[in-house]
């Protein structure tokens, strides 16, 4: 069984920065592609990045490049995000996936349906 736990969400104001974490249990966290996806208020659960098992491939969602950063850390089992620039839009919770590992190990996955296993969410609230 795969459990994924988030942390680091709060209030913080326009231009500010968080580190979201996703810590992971499971043995084979080497070989999961992982992502994170947002959900707004009345929206659809939207993509945010996403990283593949060996963290050579990145994919970005336009509305964040050059602001977020995704890495992972084998060693703890943990996937990171990195937010700068925060700007009111970002507002939303913040979910992380994971899914079961592909080949090749440089393979990103960036639809929801993709992922079979999340977490519960963390909330990030950016004020203006």
């Known amino acids: 069984q795969v459990q994924l736990v988030e942390s680091g969400g709060r209030l913080v104001q326009a231009g500010g920065s968080l580190r979201l974490s996703c810590a992971v249990s499971?043995?084979?966290?080497?070989?999961?592609?992982m992502a994170w996806f947002r959900q707004a208020p009345g929206k659809e659960r939207d993509f945010v990045v996403a990283?593949?098992?060996?963290?050579?491939?990145?994919s970005y969602a336009d509305s964040v490049k050059g602001r977020f950063t995704i890495s992972r850390d084998n060693a703890k089992n943990t996937v990171y995000l990195q937010m700068n620039s925060l700007k009111p839009e970002d507002t939303a919770v913040y979910y992380c996936?994971?899914?079961?590992?592909?080949?090749?190990?440089?393979?990103?996955?960036?639809?929801?349906?993709?992922?079979?296993?999340w977490g519960q969410g963390t909330q990030v609230t950016v004020s203006s």
């Open positions: 990283i593949s098992a060996s963290g050579g491939s990145t």
């Open positions: 996936a994971a899914r079961w590992g592909s080949l090749p190990a440089t393979a990103v996955f960036t639809k929801p349906h993709e992922y079979p296993y």
């Open positions: 499971g043995r084979s966290f080497s070989s999961y592609p």
